[in-house]
């Protein structure tokens, strides 16, 4: 059967042929976006992309998407296309309900720090292009199962697994190479941007300074990807054997079984020591509690000082264990750690044992204060508290300050609380008060407002567009009040 059809008028096959030409250019648009990664140059290019078809944007709209990936692809795409037409702004209100939702989502984050770019074009901290993260390049974080190139929050993609694989095939396979390229290219492409404390804070050194370094130059100018030696940091967090069960980080108590202990030691004969006797520095442990973890007691009892002498420490703790008996029966300890890192949460009883489950405040408070003498003592370098800012506990971020000074801490680190997987993402966006949009969000930044936050010794990490933000609004107001 033969189909007659009319005529088409000039004007009604141009419209047809801008059509097809749109869906190729979204179709091209998802397939460079179906690795899931930050793709900065694709994003740029969106304003040409609807500036050559103004039908773009209607065509994304009525796309029909059932698979939730590549809806909230298209989502993303119909908000850079709001952004091209001149309004940033109006495509970060629509975009930014996804923040609390994917988090972890380095795609979903790199759209949004592009777009807050857009709407902040003089603000250094969204200029990436000729600046260098040099953690890829000196730092291998272990995980159980998994390993990174710096945390697993701020850079998700593994380079493979210790476990199974020799540790040269991890430090410098295909994986850690792009890892590194995208570093020196400005792209950031693996990274989570809004979560970054080095990005959030633009900590960087320029590709000019990194040149007239001998250290850097020859990696620098050749964008060189191979490291011809180990990682000079070790962050060491595959045990997750605590004496908590805070809710942030897991829903119950953990102990490594038997054999999974004897799999550790294992890794940690056959790798981990290896790796050590060339690293500076190793930090045990962001996944539990080092003298909660057989594991990672029998470690740190064989680093001694005469087999590992240029190695240091950085201790990361809930502190409920560090007791000066604890401290007395390990030696390899004393003088030779960098930093203490004691998570807190609080500044009170009630809200540290909220949010440290199964912590009796009063053994903190006389830990915290046992820490603080190490420190009087010379026994240790550097004493940190750590501050994880949710919803129960950001009106105590000044108090923690406060506390911090009480028990002699050299510093206190505020950052954004990170979804584990221990939320659903509506729970998760119930506590992330840092997200525009939370019911507390304006209470939560007029507490960053609080002059003890602007002490020498907070460091504010992911935190620090806040705690800046508020120093703006401060000289502000006293600008008028004169």
């Not at 995208?182 to 080095?198: I, V």
């Not at 620098?220 to 940091?233: A, D, H, K, L, N």
């Not at 930093?339 to 903190?364: K, N, Q």
Request: with cysteine.
């Amino acid at each position: 059967m033969t189909i007659h059809q009319e005529p088409m008028e000039p004007a009604e096959a141009g419209c047809i042929d801008a059509s097809t030409a749109a869906y190729q250019a979204i179709d091209m648009m998802l397939s460079i976006m179906s690795d899931g990664l930050d793709h900065p140059e694709l994003w740029s290019l969106v304003p040409a992309i609807v500036g050559e078809n103004r039908v773009v944007p209607q065509a994304l709209q009525q796309r029909s998407v059932t698979e939730k990936s590549v809806r909230l692809r298209v989502q993303m795409l119909l908000g850079l296309s709001i952004a091209a037409g001149g309004s940033p702004r109006d495509a970060l209100d629509a975009l930014m309900p996804l923040s609390a939702g994917e988090s972890q989502n380095v795609q979903v984050q790199g759209v949004l720090f592009y777009l807050e770019g857009l709407a902040d074009p003089t603000n250094p901290k969204y200029q990436l292009t000729g600046k260098v993260c040099l953690r890829p390049f000196i730092e291998l974080d272990v995980l159980e199962g998994t390993t990174h190139l710096c945390c697993a929050s701020w850079l998700p993609t593994s380079t493979g697994n210790l476990a199974h694989t020799p540790w040269r095939d991890i430090w410098n396979g295909d994986a850690a190479q792009a890892i590194r390229s995208s570093m020196l290219d400005g792209s950031y492409r693996y990274c989570n941007k809004r979560t970054c404390p080095t990005i959030q804070s633009s900590q960087f050194l320029s590709v000019e300074e990194l040149e007239a370094d001998p250290k850097w130059s020859d990696i620098v100018t050749s964008s060189e990807t191979i490291m011809p030696r180990g990682p000079e940091v070790l962050n060491l967090s595959y045990d997750r054997t605590c004496n908590l069960s805070c809710p942030s980080c897991r829903s119950s108590t953990y102990a490594a079984d038997e054999q999974t202990r004897i799999n550790f030691d294992v890794m940690q004969q056959n790798e981990i020591l290896p790796l050590l006797k060339n690293a500076k520095t190793v930090y045990v442990t962001g996944s539990g509690d080092p003298f909660a973890s057989k594991n990672f007691r029998r470690l740190m009892e064989q680093l001694d000082a005469k087999e590992y002498p240029d190695l240091r420490f950085i201790i990361m703790t809930n502190g409920m264990l560090l007791t000066p008996r604890q401290w007395a029966a390990f030696p390899s300890l004393h003088k030779r750690v960098e930093s203490l890192r004691i998570s807190l949460d609080a500044a009170t009883g009630p809200t540290h044992e909220s949010l440290r489950r199964g912590a009796r405040w009063p053994v903190m408070e006389q830990n915290l204060k046992f820490a603080g003498q190490l420190l009087n003592d010379g026994l240790i370098e550097d004493f940190m508290i750590t501050f994880t800012v949710q919803s129960e506990n950001y009106r105590e971020m000044g108090d923690a300050v406060d506390l911090a000074h009480q028990v002699g801490a050299s510093h206190v680190y505020f950052g954004r609380m990170t979804n584990w997987g221990t939320f659903t993402a509506e729970q998760y966006k119930q506590k992330a008060v840092f997200v525009p949009g939370h019911p507390e969000h304006e209470d939560f930044v007029a507490a960053c407002c609080d002059p003890r936050l602007k002490d020498s010794i907070v460091c504010p990490s992911d935190l620090d567009e806040f705690f800046k933000s508020s120093a703006t609004h401060d000289t502000d107001t006293n600008a008028l009040a004169a």
